[in-house]
């Protein structure tokens, strides 16, 4: 099946460094990739849509220009969360449109990141 | 705007009893309705999706779903839970017209099995 995968799993950084998280899939190309963060007790919200070879389409609320997202060829596009501060803290998951023409969606593992 | 709610926040069941997940959506139009499980630390799996026709649907790991329009629900139901099982579920619908890959989730709910 088609697999997604997140790197890293963990990061901890200091605040106001920046830090980027990459979203791989593995076993297809993906022209189009969902960032996603999960509050804890709450449920997952779409942050933006990164699309190929274009800018990426944010929700309402997410400052495109604190979460800076990229995707740059068919099986990786990554979210770089710049001047990061403490309340940036959080679970962030991408998922890709899967090979077939369904509509699925897979998801990566997901990655915490913990600004100090 | 599409909304999803999961009222149920933790439920506990015994192992091999029967599971029932409550699923409450809010939308316009045909929407598509999906669970989805996830384990700790790791990505969500999909369990089963509807888009249309039969409105009792299969999924893997034994479990299924009914969409039921006039409820406005998609409840996830298991006759016998394992302890594998146990897992944050959630439910989400996505707009029929975008492909239903545009997802708005519910809160979760967070299965616990007894053995």
Known sequence: GAVVSQHPS???CKSGTSVKIECRSLDFQATTMFWYRQFPKKSLMLMATSNEGSKATYEQGVEKDKFLINHASLTLSTLTV???HPEDSSFYICSALGPTNTGELFFGEGSRLTVL | AQSVTQPDIHITVSEGASLELRCNYSYGATPYLFWYVQSPGQ???LLLKYFSGDTLVQGIKGFEAEFKRSQSSFNLRKPSVHWSDAAEYFCAVGAATG??????FGTGTQLKVEL
């Open chain 1, 10 to 12: 963990r990061v901890i």
């Open chain 2, 43 to 45: 990505g969500l799996q």
């Open chain 2, 99 to 104: 492909g239903g890959n545009k997802l708005t």
């Open chain 1, 82 to 84: 710049t001047s990061a």
